[in-house]
């Protein structure tokens, strides 16, 4: 029997992404697929079994859409493989070639694309309100074309289901298993200095660092990237000299942090569209924290809050454009650390129980059978 090909396509994501390398094909990959991912400026080789194929091209968002995508494009075509699985917007017109070749393709939404053009800051209002429309257009015209589409979180599916009968979620879930479990007493996690942790795209920092300007023994590990210029500006918070930037780390580094820190804090911003009420269920490092039994301070996205924080009590929700709330939360994980030691414990066997990638990935592998 022949081996099904598969190829994976992104524009914007490392070859090595969390869900798309990680997760999905290596997933992929043990059910005996032959797997390629084409990603943007990286080496060709072979990684764990999982075919990489590097395409050379400027980042620049403008140059990604004119030129990135063609070149993605047109390397996968050299492939040859019978199930392409795109993970950017940018490769949706191309995803319909690959259709019109009669090609089976999934599209895997890892945003709300819908929205996602209102979030950025340096297009002017009119021209995200006419792309925010073409999209809306596009997506209504075609989506239903694709043989699968794959999101990320419950709000995001309600829109797709709209546009397409094949819609499926798959949540960011990290991998659980018994060989990577992370067990510390109660006095171990007592005696672990007072640090607040933030790991992943490292924004919407500055009502946190206001927060801990008022928090004095208190520390702040970022672990992530950033541009410069944002790292500029946050160095001119008086808190700054209290920020440990441990920059991009890989696995073994990332885990070794996790066993030293108090509390993991992700605080992402209302949209105008989404707000608190929504929220998305996708967040990778979020879970993260679970895993590694760390109470949580999260914004009050009413998904997070209902079926996660308050259903396993394990972290406080905030307003994330509340300073007082922010530092409030941030003050009582500390001043009760044997408190914040069983919110973490609740975390890590939440985790264990529901918010790990085992289920998910079953979704997955069904979507290609079903292909």
């Known amino acids: 029997m022949e081996?099904?090909?598969?190829?994976?396509?992104t524009v914007t994501h490392r070859a090595t992404d969390n869900r798309i390398f990680q997760n999905e094909c290596k997933a992929l990959v043990r059910e005996g697929y032959n797997v390629t991912i084409i990603a943007p400026n990286v080496n060709c080789?072979?990684?764990?079994?999982?075919?990489i194929i590097g395409v050379k091209f400027n980042l620049h968002p403008?140059?990604?859409?004119?030129?990135?995508?063609?070149?993605?494009?047109?390397?996968?075509?050299?492939?040859?493989?019978?199930?392409?699985?795109?993970h950017d917007i940018e490769l949706f017109k191309y995803g319909l070639?690959?259709?019109?070749?009669?090609k089976k393709v999934i599209f895997d939404s890892h945003e709300d694309w819908l929205i996602y053009a209102s979030d950025i800051k340096w297009l002017p209002s009119f021209i995200k309100k006419t792309i925010s429309r073409y999209l809306k257009e596009m997506y209504k015209k075609y989506l239903n074309c694709f043989d699968a589409v794959i999101t990320v979180s419950p709000h995001i599916l309600v829109k797709l289901e709209k546009y397409s009968n094949n819609t499926h979620m798959i949540t960011n879930y990290p991998k659980y298993n018994n060989d990577d479990e992370i067990i510390f007493s109660k006095d171990e996690y007592l005696n672990r200095q007072n640090i607040l942790f933030h790991s992943g795209t490292i924004d919407n920092q500055e009502i946190i660092l206001k927060a801990i300007s008022d928090i004095?023994?208190?520390?702040?590990?970022?672990?992530?990237?950033?541009?410069?210029?944002?790292?500029?500006?946050?160095?001119?918070?008086?808190?700054?000299?209290?920020?440990n930037y441990l920059g991009y780390l890989d696995k073994k580094e990332l885990e070794n942090a996790y066993k030293k820190v108090t509390i993991g804090i992700t605080l992402l911003h209302y949209h105008a569209n989404v707000g608190f009420t929504v929220g998305t269920l996708g967040n990778t490092k979020f879970f993260e924290y679970m895993k590694y039994g760390l109470p949580i301070v999260c914004t009050n996205f009413r998904i997070w809050k209902e079926r996660i924080?308050?259903?396993?009590?394990?972290?406080?929700?905030?307003?994330?454009n509340n300073v007082?709330?922010?530092?409030?939360?941030i003050q009582y994980l500390i001043y009760?650390?044997?408190?914040?030691?069983?919110?973490?414990?609740?975390?890590?066997?939440a985790f264990k129980e529901e918010f790990n990638w085992n289920s998910q990935e079953q979704i997955l592998l069904n979507i290609y059978k079903a292909l």
């Open 309 to 320: 924080i308050d259903k396993y009590k394990c972290g406080i929700c905030v307003n994330p």
């Open 97 to 102: 070639h690959l259709k019109k070749k009669g």
């Open 336 to 349: 009760n650390k044997e408190i914040a030691y069983q919110m973490g414990q609740n975390a890590q066997k």
């Open 3 to 9: 081996i099904v090909k598969i190829c994976h396509l």
């Open 62 to 86: 403008i140059l990604r859409v004119l030129i990135g995508s063609r070149r993605i494009y047109r390397k996968a075509l050299e492939v040859n493989a019978d199930i392409y699985h795109f």
């Open 216 to 243: 004095p023994n208190i520390n702040y590990y970022m672990a992530g990237t950033f541009f410069k210029e944002y790292k500029e500006k946050l160095s001119k918070f008086s808190s700054w000299n209290r920020v």
């Open 45 to 51: 080789e072979i990684l764990e079994n999982i075919n």
């Open 324 to 329: 007082e709330e922010v530092t409030q939360a």
